[in-house]
């Protein structure tokens, strides 16, 4: 067991400045207004840092450095683009250790989650987009015997970014990668929970790129994410939040008529099938592993298999192995490298988790383990900690229907296979699954009927840069992930010559 030592105390690998400027043309610029905000860790509740609290005019001012960058980035070469990106990923591997501490400490999740996946995922990314684009081809399409027709990809120019808190570098690193492959220049705001660990990493990477190539504007989501979101000089707009939310961008984007790429929130159904308890063996303890992959990032996650439908006749053996498994999910310290859950990004996240846990209990479902604000001692008592919670009840409840984005599944169970499909499928969300048997014919079936983006099929949570990632229904519009992400940040010229 070892437990890092906290930001900015001697030990630590890294420590933050005590207050945060927005990030424009390439150097630190105190936001137009004059305001910060206070910035908490999740881990104690205690203030660490203060952010520029931007508004239009800082959006303006990143507009500008965007614009005047974006011709001579657009003009590189793929291969200086493609050098620059792994440069950064050489950087960002240089400075693991520090950065998986900012995510930590700003974010609240376990340093073991950031060391081993959050950050490597967000390294492999740039890598993943340097060689995307490197072996990106334009078409030619004879026409006839004097005319032919090429494809060429242009970048778009500037576009806007605007991300969540759950994982704020992997989903800054999704959305920059691409855009940089494909020759954009960019103005993205980071969440207001979680906006410290992407302006650690921008100071740590900021010198690797062109000024004004990316620029960062902090703030809040009216304040701040709104005045991008509708501004007539971005050609694009990408958004990772809330479903709500989601659809005020496309109504912003509408007004300019430029695409929207939308990640949004989910209720993701994950199904066992009556085979998983056939024999004591690995897979069935995968399968139970898998039944916790609720409580993975503290339930902060879109993906969440927050609703769990196991079928009639393992049920009850199941979902009490099930409970005795998730009790063993273990909570504490973040710091700590034996941590499997940590904290919750915000308070107001904490509230509404434990607002979600009494409404499930008044809507008469069974609470089978958690159901608590977790009080973990000391001044981690001032952290935002819920205990990993299980609820059995039936798919008509809010609890089921609604994301909660925490640590807790709602279990049901089903009959048979087409009856499991029917309760998948009834939710507004499309976004994951995971489905679990042995029979490999029936996990590719149901893989198929399910309706949502990504199903993981004897596994969960696995998220590599080259599988296309994103929602049906009203988890979302496009992908992420992926080479043909870089279409979505890039347009077709098509020349056709005669000669
Ligand atoms: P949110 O929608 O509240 O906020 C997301 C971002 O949008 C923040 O930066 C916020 O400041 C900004 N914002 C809020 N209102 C805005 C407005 N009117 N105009 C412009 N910007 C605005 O979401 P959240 O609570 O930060 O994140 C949690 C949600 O994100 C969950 O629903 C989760 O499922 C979803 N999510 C989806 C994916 C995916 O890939 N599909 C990944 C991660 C998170």
Redesign the pocket.
Known sequence: MTVFARPGTPDAAMSFQARYDNWIGGEWVAPVKGQYFENPTPVTGQTFCEIARGTAEDIELALDAAHAAAPAWGKTSVAERAIVLNKIADRMEANLEAIALAETWDNGKPIRETMAADIPLAIDHFRYFAGAIRAQEGSLSEINGDTVAYHFHEPLGVVGQ??????PIL?AVWKLAPALAAGNAVVL????QTPASILFLIDLIGDLLPAGVVNIVNG???EA??PL?SSPRIKKIA?????T?GR??MQYASQNLIPVTL????KSPNIFFSDVLAANDDYQDSALEGFTMFALNQGEV?TCPSRALIQEDIYDEFLSAAVIRTKAVRQGNPLDTETMIGAQASNDQLEKILSYIEIGKGEGATLLTGGERADLGGDLSGGFYVQPTVFAGNNAMRIFQE?I?GPVVSVTSFADYADAIKIANDTLYG?GAGVWSRDGAVAYRAGRDIEAGRVWTNTYHQYPAHAA?G?YKQ??IGR?NHRMMLDHYQQTKNLLVSY
Not at 189 to 192: H, Q
Not at 239 to 243: A, I, L, M, V
Not at 263 to 266: A, D, I, K, V
Request: glycine residues 18%; proline residues 5%; negative net charge.
């Open positions: 605007i991300i969540p808190w759950n994982f989903m705001k980071p969440a207001e809040f989501g009216v994410g709104k979101a958004f990772t939040g809330e479903t939310t005020l961008i990640e949004l929130g989910g879109c994301e984005f976004l990632f929602g988890s979302g992420e």
